[in-house]
């Protein structure tokens, strides 16, 4: 049975720092991975998706990247804001169509 | 092309009352999903839907939950005589009209938040 799990479960910051979020899998056999942002109170906003045979995934500061064998995947952002502030959620696809997710990261920017 | 909608975005019921959530896919979509997201937690998947067809239903309640999608309008998460623990996020997903398998991206819409008094 496929276990997202996401490491640290909070994260908090100054402004302006690099920071990696951790993601590892238990069941190396997927379709895909996403990460998502969450703002309290609000929807999902899809940030990075990584097809099971690539690497990795850029998308302005954002860099996500993916290690199959390993069961991980890291997201990177650079040069961190305030409005960075907010749950990254972790989701792994490994059938058809379910989507597996971590319990998130909630990352606080301090100004 | 509208992104999923879903509606309402907050419900309120008593206990005992019914609570009907809806979701209208992507224009071209035709792969309908249902996560729920408790308080604190992650979320967990549901049910997954092809028009008229319900595909896997293996993460719903066994009681007084179940979910449709016809042939025409959106698709519908009904659950019955609530209770506390059913107050949750609902999240609704749809993907393209393609084969599975392929690892296509699911798109979200922004939930219905339910409050079960």
């Known amino acids: 049975k496929q276990e997202v799990t996401q490491i640290p479960a909070a994260l908090s910051v100054p402004e302006g720092e690099n920071l990696v979020l951790n993601c590892s899998f238990t069941?190396?056999?997927?379709?895909?991975l996403q990460w998502f942002r969450q703002d309290p109170g609000k929807g999902l906003t899809s940030l990075l998706l990584i097809q099971s045979s690539q690497r990795e995934q850029t998308s302005g500061r954002l860099n996500a990247s993916l290690d199959k064998s390993s069961g991980r995947s890291t997201l990177y952002i650079a040069a961190s804001q305030p409005g960075d502030s907010a749950t990254y959620l972790c989701a792994v696809r490994d059938s058809n169509y379910q989507l597996i997710w971590g319990a998130g990261t909630k990352l606080i920017i301090k100004p | 092309n509208a992104g999923v909608m879903q509606n309402p975005r907050h419900l309120v019921r008593r206990r005992g009352q019914e609570a009907r959530l809806r979701c209208s896919p992507m224009?071209?979509?035709?792969?309908v999903y249902w996560y729920r997201q408790l308080p604190e937690e992650g979320l967990k998947f549901m049910v997954y839907l092809q028009k008229e067809n319900i595909i896997d239903e293996s993460g719903m309640p066994k009681e007084r939950f179940s979910a449709e999608f016809p042939k025409e309008g959106p698709s519908i998460l009904r659950i019955q005589q609530v209770v506390r623990g059913d107050s949750a996020a609902y999240f609704c997903?749809?993907?393209?009209?393609?084969?599975?398998?392929?690892?296509?991206?699911?798109?979200f819409g922004p939930g219905t938040r339910l409050t079960v008094l």
């Open positions: 997903a749809s993907s393209p009209d393609l084969a599975t398998g392929q690892g296509h991206e699911q798109f």
């Open positions: 224009k071209g979509h035709s792969h």
């Open positions: 069941d190396s056999a997927i379709y895909n």
